[in-house]
């Protein structure tokens, strides 16, 4: 691949540090978490336990369709972060957001997910640590530390797992306190990365309490430089004219800084109490996590010059939107691609001119205000800015649990599990990647948790039955406040940019269930199952709008007489989920299965309203799934194969039917509460069908050597649409998801008499999808295979361990993400190459 003629550009993303750092005490990225390293070669191929069904069961047992990863696999595909474990798991994608998303994550199972971090609109996929459920998606792409083990359920978990596991549920289950042992280990590698972690797990009273103090520091530099376009094109008319100011220090290689980078740190403490031969054992643990990393990795792919086929006259945006700073908006700001100006200077992938600056301008002297605007609306002549967004994606969290076993008798317990979180986040963007002001924000998420659940299991007539009851209670509050600055609108008058405000709402939501689960072993190969849970919510969300300075409001899509800012919107619903299946042991070690279940994803309230007239609530997303599959071992036990096959009813799909261009403040339609074109409303848009297959098998043909793989098909289609002006078609698929997913890896371990020596190679292919619902070939994301390799050495004694690894091995240049608009096109791009030697000490 060609690389930037930038001095030292090339240099920097291949960079390794030289040197180590002291030990740093950390954890939980809101939270993090840090698995004490195991053995690579560790046979996941073995009976694991899991508690899918909130009772500790084989997974082969399990009537369910679920990937249980260990820590130690983990380690050895170098997974860091828990968007890294949807590369192995069949139709699960986790990505991090593109910016101007804030810290968030998009999260899809079999096409059933959310992406929206807005904290009116729930998740789809429910995350869990330690059974504790974790409310939004922001903050959510958790660092993976002191994990025993994740469990990823795929399907509607409405009667296990609950709260907005509608498409599935994402369990994390960290390390308890054993008494002895710990671990310090080093990375250092490409990007100047210097990763620590380091454990220590020790008695504090004999026989019955155990303490563990886990910390991890992760650090390396960002692979998306940006540069000043002025210093860089310091003859364009536009740079010598002052409409472009230069940014860049002098010597600095015109340099402005970097995307996508990694700082944080976290620390968790936590305590178990099981004294010997006693029915009672009390898990506690505490975490913080600081985490001040720069916006995701961004750049402009096209922009409208490039949308009208390579036309040569400079493009602006005339006719919808004021040239705000008198620049047009072409392909000079595209560094890099088919859409790069031949006289660009920068010639690399990893390039961005976002400058995340607006200089300010003059509001037209003449340019009128809608008559009613209020008196604290900007006067003409004022000037609006300068602003400068933040370059920041960060997280400040903290949370504190207690989880409660008690053996009541020999066939009856009872689990209490108490969680209280909180953290803030903030984020900034430079949307468009140009040093023109198009779309900056500043955005900052306050949220806080907390929830309780009580189960109470019991085994009955010969541990025959095996019956869960319990209830759950969970309340939450969210603000988010941001500055969002968009200085052209297509709704102001000539030349005044009107489109800037304070975002300043608040979400709270209670949310309480009652629920049960009965499995059945009618006979030692027969077992019959079901669940019913009844959940009632309710959310309200409080809007605020003002202008820059903070007093008053005046937007100009808001109606003056009765504005958005005071006004509460309501969203109130019980909805009920039920589970049936059954499941037959053909031999000990083939289990077919098939089930039926149901789940949701919570409504809401249209959280971006231009009118009054759209804060309104939209329903609760319902998903009714069948699936069949089987579940067996092979040849000894040295095959596993597991086979799922599912067809889901879609009903009360979440969206915004679309984007449109002119408002008026006039309600369209009695039961559609909005304004021309339902423009940026949230609502239950349709309902859908989806279908596919999963396929997982492991082999172990000879001592040493195995082979894991996995093989998926989403296919997501709409059947019906509420809303006829919609751009949403029936027979077409969401946005964001793709259909055939596959990946595999190979390792084996080689005794050398004074250790083993352990390669292994992950290739992992990850479906392309369409960005948009018209499939806009600009915002069409290509699928992508990616390779990943491990080499690692481990004394015999295992106290010593060195890995090699390599990420991206073969240098593919990929989007995560795109985001497509009349204007531009950006993208995220995937990491690069990046390569890393790593040293554990275990003790």
Same mark, same amino acid.
């Given at each position: 691949m060609t690389r930037t003629t930038i001095n030292a550009h090339a240099v920097r993303r291949s960079r390794l540090f030289a040197g180590a750092a002291a030990m740093a005490l950390a954890m939980i990225a809101t939270p993090a978490f840090a698995q004490e390293p195991q053995a690579a070669e560790e046979d996941s191929g073995d009976d694991i336990v899991v508690t899918?069904?909130?009772?500790?069961?084989?997974?082969?047992?399990?009537?369910?369709?679920?990937?249980?990863?260990?820590?130690?696999?983990?380690?050895?595909?170098?997974?860091t972060r828990l968007t890294d474990i949807a590369a192995q798991a069949p139709n699960v994608i986790l990505q991090q957001n593109p910016a101007g998303s804030g810290n968030s994550m998009r999260a899809y199972i079999r096409g059933v997910g959310q992406a929206d971090q807005s904290p009116s609109v729930e998740p789809g996929v429910g995350i869990y640590i330690d059974d504790i459920y974790f409310g939004t998606v922001t903050a959510s792409a958790f660092d993976l530390s002191d994990l025993d083990r994740v469990e990823v359920l795929r399907g509607p978990q409405g009667t296990l797992a609950g709260m907005n596991s509608q498409g599935g549920a994402i369990k994390l289950y960290s390390k308890k306190p054993e008494g002895e042992g710990g671990f310090v280990e080093v990375s250092l590698g490409s990007l100047n990365r210097r990763d620590i972690k380091a454990s220590a797990d020790f008695t504090v009273v004999p026989d019955a309490l155990y303490a563990r103090i886990t910390g991890v520091t992760r650090n390396r530099d960002g692979y998306v430089t940006r540069y000043d376009y002025a210093c860089i094109n310091p003859t364009d008319p536009d740079v010598v004219a002052g409409r472009l100011p230069r940014l860049a220090a002098v010597g600095n290689d015109c340099k402005l800084g970097e995307l996508g980078d990694q700082k944080m740190y976290a620390i968790r403490g936590s305590l178990r109490l099981a004294p010997t031969g006693s029915p009672l054992e009390i898990n506690v643990s505490a975490d913080y996590t600081k985490d001040t990393s720069s916006t995701q990795a961004s750049v402009l792919i096209a922009s409208a010059e490039s949308a009208s086929k390579g036309t040569a006259a400079p493009v602006n945006r005339s006719g919808f939107s004021?040239?705000?700073?008198g620049v047009a908006y072409d392909d000079r700001f595209v560094p890099y691609g088919q859409y790069r100006r031949a006289n660009a200077v920068l010639n690399d992938g990893y390039a961005s001119y976002a400058n995340f600056y607006d200089p300010g301008v003059m509001y037209a002297a003449a340019g009128p205000q809608p008559a009613g605007a209020p008196p604290s609306a900007i006067?003409?002549?004022?000037?609006?800015?300068?602003?400068?967004?933040?370059?920041?994606?960060?997280?400040?969290?903290?949370?504190?649990?207690?989880?409660?076993?008690?053996?009541?008798?020999?066939?009856?317990?009872?689990?209490s599990i108490t969680g209280y979180r909180k953290y803030f986040s903030q984020s900034g963007s430079d949307n468009d990647n140009s040093p023109v002001v198009?779309?900056?924000?500043?955005?900052?998420?306050?949220?806080r948790q907390f929830s309780q659940e009580l189960r109470l299991s019991a085994n009955l007539i010969d541990d025959s039955v095996h019956v869960t009851v319990g209830g759950y209670y969970y309340d939450a509050d969210t603000r988010y406040d941001a500055r969002i600055h968009t200085p052209f609108s297509g709704f102001c008058a000539a030349a005044t940019p009107c489109f800037s405000f304070i975002n300043d709402d608040t979400s709270s939501l209670t949310s309480y269930a009652g629920f049960g689960?009965?499995?059945?072993?009618?006979?030692?190969?027969?077992?019959?199952?079901?669940?019913?849970?009844?959940?009632?919510?309710?959310?309200? =969300? @409080?809007?605020?709008?003002?202008?820059?300075?903070?007093?008053? !409001?005046?937007?100009?899509?808001?109606? *003056?007489?009765?504005? /958005?800012?005071?006004?509460?919107?309501?969203y109130e619903e019980t909805i009920t989920d039920w589970r049936l299946a059954a499941s037959y042991k053909?031999?000990?070690?083939?289990?077919?299965?098939?089930?039926?279940?149901?789940?949701?994803?919570?409504?809401?309230?249209?959280?971006r309203p231009y009118s009054f007239y759209q804060i309104r609530p939209f329903g609760a997303e319902k998903l009714k799934s069948y699936e069949v599959g089987f579940k067996a071992d092979f040849l000894d036990r040295k095959v596993r194969l597991n086979v799922t096959g599912f067809y889901m009813d879609y009903i009360?799909?979440?969206?915004?039917?679309?984007?449109?261009?002119?408002?008026?403040?006039?309600?369209?339609?009695?039961?559609?509460?909005?304004?021309?074109?339902?423009?940026?409303? =949230? @609502?239950?848009?349709?309902?859908?069908?989806?279908?596919?297959? !999963?396929?997982?098998?492991?082999?172990? *043909?000879?001592?040493? /050597?195995?082979?894991?793989?996995?093989?998926?098909?989403?296919?997501?289609?709409?059947?019906?649409?509420?809303?006829?002006?919609?751009?949403?078609?029936?027979?077409?698929?969401?946005?964001g998801i793709g259909k055939w997913k596959w990946s595999y890896g190979i390792q084996y371990e080689a005794d050398l008499g004074f250790g083993t020596l352990t390669p292994r190679v992950d290739i992992n292919n990850t479906p392309g999808y369409c960005g948009d619902f018209l499939c806009s070939p600009n915002a069409k994301v290509e699928k992508y295979t990616i390779v990943n390799a491990r080499l690692t050495f481990q004394t015999i004694d295992k106290d010593w361990k060195v890995s090699l690894e390599a990420t991206n091995l073969f240098e593919k240049y990929y989007y995560l993400n795109k985001f497509q608009n009349a204007f531009y096109t950006t993208g995220q791009p995937g990491r690069p190459r990046e390569i890393a030697v790593s040293v554990n000490r275990r003790f």
């Open positions: 899918a069904q909130m009772r500790e069961q084989n997974l082969q047992d399990i009537p369910l369709a679920i990937t249980a990863v260990s820590g130690a696999q983990l380690e050895a595909r170098s997974q004021v040239p705000y700073q006067p003409a002549g004022a000037k609006l800015g300068p602003f400068i967004a933040p370059s920041a994606n960060q997280v400040d969290g903290w949370g504190v649990s207690a989880i409660v076993d008690y053996e009541l008798s020999p066939n009856l317990s009872l689990k198009f779309i900056q924000d500043n955005s900052k998420f306050t949220h689960n009965v499995a059945w072993d009618v006979t030692e190969a027969l077992t019959v199952e079901g669940g019913i849970r009844v959940t009632h919510e309710k959310k309200d =969300y @409080l809007f605020g709008r003002f202008n820059p300075n903070g007093i008053g !409001e005046y937007l100009p899509l808001s109606n *003056p007489q009765n504005p /958005l800012s005071g006004q509460v919107g309501t053909v031999t000990p070690d083939i289990m077919v299965y098939a089930q039926a279940a149901t789940g949701f994803k919570g409504g809401g309230i249209s959280p009360g799909y979440q969206g915004v039917p679309q984007v449109c261009i002119g408002l008026d403040n006039q309600p369209l339609h009695p039961d559609r509460g909005g304004v021309s074109g339902l423009c940026g409303q =949230y @609502l239950n848009i349709g309902d859908a069908e989806v279908k596919g297959f !999963e396929l997982e098998t492991f082999i172990k *043909p000879v001592p040493g /050597l195995q082979i894991d793989g996995s093989w998926s098909l989403t296919d997501f289609k709409f059947t019906s649409i509420n809303y006829p002006t919609t751009s949403i078609v029936v027979g077409a698929s969401r946005p």
